[in-house]
Structure formats: structure tokens, C-alpha cells
């Protein structure tokens, strides 16, 4: 069982205090938490990640003290802090390894710069897992013991949160989601091997598919000069654009993301008959389709694995969504108190 | 962490003692370990499953002395007993629910009967769970961290341990890990959903899918008449069979066996990206193929993996086979303990 999670929020703000930051390709979020988990500062930067890793660490460290400062927090009160990034990583040795999105910053110790810049230990932890251990102690899963985490953006990744623990595996590369298996002949996945559900349902994977579809002569207001023209939306909205059409009515978007929701389903009814958790929380861009993804969802994963299963798990939009940051504040916090 | 294992085993059986029992549709076996979690007796009967689970019941009851008669062991000293059948189970009540393999035994109390009959108290599981817990504490996971097991026989089953701890799920549902799914769009499993990989890679799945394509004409020793006719063989033994007509160079029984390697490699990779676990243990008939079944099967799964996740996971046999039973033992034990 894990320890007891606090379900009030106090408005004094408790000391000590631990810091957030999450490192993606686009942007960089930063929190604070004071000693309850409550949330006291926010603040998103721009990576910049041509200016080098380096930089951005020194960037975050100005940030991390003006965010103290207009909050009136002590710096001497703050004690450790936590910095998730997408992998691949060495956990131990604090690096980043050679993620896709971050291609000047490969080989970099940003767990033990950021230490240097911040003066207190930081932590270090994979992206999809931090958001999970926010999700699971402030989040959707705030009163559950165990839940499995998805993003859905241009890849798909994952975390496992079970009583309290985060899974990292054996060379902490576990939860790497998007990479279970939906078909055993399937779809060439960009990891090298085929058949994952990323090469099908992250949002990269739906405008792939969309795109194919249209070359081969799909009819749809989505392709070139129909009502909803998909070669004229910016590379990030088009997968909501392609859910958007759907909504409006449009056959072939229809298909589209119904297809995606059965890939989908297939993978979450395997982590549900795998785990039983209480709990499967979404997270990213797709999510934004609302009861248009989830209630389908639902559904589709009750069809596809055991009842009992289906019944226990709730799934459900990530609450915390840009603050997930608070994860990597949250499991440097607990780490110090023995929790992690 | 786990608690460290006992790596050396003494001569000398320890105070106090443990029983385990592991029923199935066609036999029971039970085993006695002591303090170190040595296995001192073992035995296996007939589950005589008509003459219904009381009487069974009374039957592990009058065996269980007479080993420790025969052992000089003093019933006083058993403390505890476990005993694992197969799910669907109510773990928090301790009883079988409706088990396919036991169908005059539903709903029936078997914790607590046998807890009555032996005189201690008696821990229930899920017999796959059992067998993991058995491996990663005294079989092939001795010395490592985490463990999957897949029981490939009638059905796959499989038990998941991680850090020393069976994961059970919110429900004690977890781990049904043969239905994983291997394809969206697939074949009609048993449990009712499709695509599962015991619809394609069970030993009754090996059998089926050779059958469907002898009947459709495919040309093989194993069809009828030919030198392995597949009709002659019992039940039990027919996937065997196929691994043998395989063996023996039949190239429509190693597309068979082929196939059925990428079916299981494809849950087992999924397993792999999950979990990055230390091991992945099969048991079951199945694997008395050993090396015409392990070989290819490894080099399939690091092929649908990510490549530091496939050189950690050892990919072995069963090394407890049928002394699984000791894990109910072992189980009961560290639950006394307070490590399970």
C-alpha cells in the first residue's frame, strides 16, 4: 500500500519546497511544490534547443529563482529538485542519451548540471513516468493505488505507477508503451521493428495514415481543396483537425479515428488484462478530443479484455495536463522521504 | 529491493515448516519446504476432480501427513500452507470461482476447507502466480529482481514478480497474460475477445491452427495416413507431435512451429517493452521442445524489442517444472514473513 495521499489543499504554503522541470523539444515547464504537493508556481519557457544544453539549464536556473522570488519562497527552503526528459537515458549516471527531439543535447549529465546550477540534489527521471507519478499523487489517480499512464503525441509513451512506485525495470526502460504489440505482422514502427501501437495511433501515426489514405484517393473534405483541406493546417493541428472532421460528419474521418480507437483499445485491454490497474490515464494533444475519444474508448478496451478488468479501470483525461511537471517535483520529494 | 535469497542449500531441514498445493483439472501436487525454502517431499495424485473438492480436500490432507510422517516431520511444526489453482478466483475469499478445468468445483471456500482439514492457516493464489513466485525464489529467477512467467499449455497463463512482490492488480486479475494481444483484427479466443495469443500459440492453439489447415489440404506427414499421422495421437500429446514432425524436417509442421514462434515472440517482446524484467520464464509442455523452441524464440523476440531491453530479459525454461507447487509453499512462508 502506498503511503496516504493528502487530498486537501492548505493555503499556507508548507516548507520545504521542491522544483519541477520537464525538458521536451518544444518546451520546457517548470513547478514548485511546497511540502504537501500543493502546486505554488508554474511557468513554461521555450527550449531553444539550438542554443545547447548548457544554456537551457542556466535558462531554467534564472527562472527556478525569479519563480521563488515573486513567490516569496526562500531558496535556502528549496531541497531538491526534479528534471524528467524523454528518453532514451541513463538513469544512473544522470544523462540524457540520444532522444529524437533533442538532437543537439545528446550524451549531456543535465541531471548533475542542473544540480550545479539549483545548488540542491536533483533527481532524474523519464517524461511519461514523471507525468504518471504526478497523475498518481495530484492528479486523475490521486485516490487510486495503481494506474498506467499514455501519451499521445507524436509518439506514444508510458509510465506504470503501481502502490505508490513507479516500474522502471531492470535498466529503467520500462513502460515503453507505445511499444506493445497490436498486430504481429503490422505497421513498420519508426523503434525498427513492426506491429507497434505508436505506428498506428499516436498523432504522427493518424496523420500518416490519413495522409495514405488520401494518396490512394480517399473522397473526404480533408483532402486537397475540400471544406476541411488537411494540406493547409500547421503539422501540430492536423491530427485534431482529422478528429475535427470527423465530428463534422465526414465518412472518411470517421473511419479514420474509429480505426484509431480500436489500435488504441487493443493495446490498453492487453495493459488491462496485464495489470488490472485501477486506473489508465491519457495525456497529449489527442486528448483534446474529448468524449469524441473517450467515449468510443471506453467501449472498445470493454470488448477486448476480461469484464472484471474492464469494470475496475477508469479511463480517463490526465488532470494535471501542462502541469505535469509537478511529477518530477513530486518523486524528488518522495524520494527524500523514502516514498519512491 | 527484494530481501536477499538463500543461494546455498543446507542438509539440515529448518523449523518451521511449509506446505504447498497446486490443484489441477488432472492432477495435485504437494510439496513441503522448510524455513530456507528447501523442498523436503513432494508428491503428486490424481485430482479425481468428480468425486468433488471436499473430497479432494480430505485427500491433500490425509497426504500431506503422511509426508510428514514420512519426513519425521512433527505436524506441529507446519505453520502455514499455501494452495494455488487456477483462476477465475476470489482471493480475499478464498474461493474458486468457475474455473474451465474444475467444473464441479465452482464457488467452492478451498482456502478455508483446507485451512480446516490441516489445521493452519492456508494463504490462496493463482496458480501462475504461484509457479512465478516459486521460480524467482528458489527456480530460474534465484538470483535476480524481476520475473514474467508464461504457463504455455491448455491456456498461457503467467504471474508477474517484481522487486520480490506478486503483482495481483486491484482485482487479483492481473497477469492473464494470455490475453495480451498480438493482433487487433485476429482470431476468436476462448475468453470471448480475439486476438489473444492463447487463441494462436497455446498448445490446444498449435493444434487447432495445424488442424483448420490439414483439413483445408495441407500436405504434411501429420495428416492422416502419413508417417506422423496426427489423428493417432492422444489429446495431450499432439502439439508435441507437431514439434516433432517439425523436428523431423515436415516443412508444412515447421511452418506451424514457425509460426507460432512469432505469436509468442510478439507477446513476449510486448512484455519485454513493458516490463524490461530480468526474465521471462516458460513452463508447460510446450517447452520440452528446449532448443528447437528457445533458439529461434530469442532471436525473434530481440528482434521486436528494444535491443537494451533483449539482452537483459533472459529467455529460459522453467527450472522448478512440476515442483511449481513449492511456490504455494514459498508464497505462505514470506506472507508469515511479511515479504510477499
Not at 478528429?243 to 490498453?268: H, N, Q
Request: with cysteine; glycine share 12%.
Amino acid at each position: 500500500m502506498p503511503p496516504a495521499k493528502s487530498t486537501t489543499s492548505s493555503a499556507a504554503a508548507q516548507k520545504p519546497f521542491f522544483v519541477g522541470l520537464d525538458v521536451g523539444g518544444t518546451n520546457i515547464k517548470i513547478g514548485v511544490v511546497d511540502d504537501a504537493g500543493q502546486t505554488l508556481a508554474y511557468q513554461s519557457l521555450r527550449t531553444e534547443q539550438d542554443k545547447g544544453a548548457e544554456d537551457a539549464c542556466v535558462r531554467m536556473a534564472a527562472v527556478v529563482r525569479r519563480l521563488l522570488d515573486e513567490n516569496n519562497i526562500n531558496a535556502n527552503d528549496v531541497v531538491r529538485a526534479g528534471i524528467a526528459t524523454p528518453g532514451p537515458m541513463d538513469i544512473a549516471k544522470g544523462m540524457i542519451l540520444r532522444p529524437g527531439n533533442l538532437p543537439g543535447w545528446w550524451d549531456f549529465p543535465i541531471r548533475d548540471r542542473m544540480s550545479h546550477h539549483l545548488g540542491v540534489p536533483v533527481t532524474f527521471a523519464n517524461d511519461a513516468n514523471a507525468a504518471a507519478y504526478g497523475e498518481f499523487w495530484s492528479g486523475a489517480g490521486k485516490q487510486y493505488h495503481s494506474l498506467v499512464l499514455l501519451t499521445l503525441g507524436t509518439g506514444i509513451g508510458g509510465g506504470i505507477v503501481l502502490n505508490g512506485k513507479v516500474w522502471h525495470g531492470a535498466d529503467d526502460i520500462a513502460a515503453e508503451l507505445g511499444h506493445v504489440s497490436i498486430c504481429y505482422a503490422g505497421r513498420r514502427c519508426n523503434c525498427g521493428t513492426i506491429g507497434c501501437v505508436e505506428a498506428y495511433a499516436s498523432a504522427t501515426a493518424v496523420v500518416k495514415r490519413t495522409q495514405e489514405a488520401l494518396r490512394q484517393g480517399a473522397r473526404s473534405a480533408l483532402a486537397k481543396g475540400g471544406k476541411l483541406d488537411l494540406s493547409k493546417v500547421a503539422k501540430e493541428d492536423k491530427c485534431g483537425h482529422i478528429f475535427l472532421a470527423a465530428k463534422r460528419g465526414d465518412a472518411f474521418a470517421r473511419k479514420i479515428v474509429a480505426d484509431t480507437i480500436v489500435y488504441l483499445a487493443t493495446a490498453m485491454a492487453s495493459l488491462v488484462n496485464t495489470f488490472n490497474p485501477d486506473m489508465i490515464v491519457l495525456y497529449g494533444g489527442m486528448t483534446k478530443a474529448g468524449s469524441q475519444l473517450f467515449g468510443p474508448l471506453r467501449k472498445e478496451v470493454a470488448k477486448r479484455c476480461f469484464k472484471v478488468g474492464a469494470h475496475r479501470c477508469k479511463i480517463v483525461p490526465s488532470k494535471l495536463g501542462a502541469h505535469a511537471v509537478i511529477g518530477s517535483a513530486l518523486s524528488a520529494m518522495h524520494l527524500l522521504k523514502g516514498n519512491a
